[in-house]
């Protein structure tokens, strides 16, 4: 099933569908994982899908963040709410996750059984840190937090980064996270 496809008229809102559809007119099961990507992007960047840019152009929400992912300026366009709130482990699988739902090509994008499995995966990223209490919080530079935690895992073993009260980090969890109703999953 997951090689079958649909050839038809599509309408749909711009910014969601499928690269592939544009190009072949024909919709698949990955097309729906480029969508999810999309929201993906939403819920970190705080902005809808389609952006209005300078001089009235929109420009593709997901095109822009793979932009900026590529040339490293994620942290430019990320939600100001979630700055200093998200683990860097959790905030960089997440990430991971929503990139790997926007591929152009279908074939190289997850499952949704897969993306499933890698949003509960940075849950318990997002938990261990809140547990550990020694975490990465996104801020100004994410590639250099990465690097930081990294040669501390391997280095000292004490993390340097910034940290909060055990109910400061609960609170912006279950902030984060509130509307997953089972967060346990399956």
Request: proline residues 3%; aromatic residues 8%.
């Amino acid at each position: 099933m997951s090689n079958a496809y649909i050839s038809t008229v599509v309408k749909g809102s711009f910014g969601y569908l499928d690269p592939e559809y544009y190009r072949r007119q024909q919709l698949s099961v990955k097309s729906d994982v480029y969508s999810f990507g999309v929201v993906l992007c939403e819920v970190l960047c705080g902005r809808p899908a389609a952006v209005r840019m300078v001089e009235r152009r929109q420009m593709s929400l997901a095109e822009w963040a793979k932009t900026c992912h590529r040339n490293g300026t994620l942290n430019e366009i990320i939600d100001p709410c979630l700055k200093g709130k998200v683990a860097g482990l959790c905030f960089n699988k997440f990430v991971e996750i929503a990139m790997s739902c926007m591929h152009d090509n279908g074939i190289e994008r997850p499952s949704m059984a897969d993306v499933v499995s890698e949003l509960e995966f940075a849950l318990k990223l997002q938990r261990s840190a809140d547990d550990d209490m020694d975490f990465n919080i996104v801020e100004n530079n994410i590639c250099e937090d990465e690097v930081a935690f990294i040669k501390d895992k391997e280095g000292s073993g004490k993390s340097e980064q910034s940290c909060a009260t055990d109910e400061s980090i609960k609170l912006v969890s279950e902030t984060i996270f509130s509307k997953i109703n089972n967060p346990d999953g399956r």
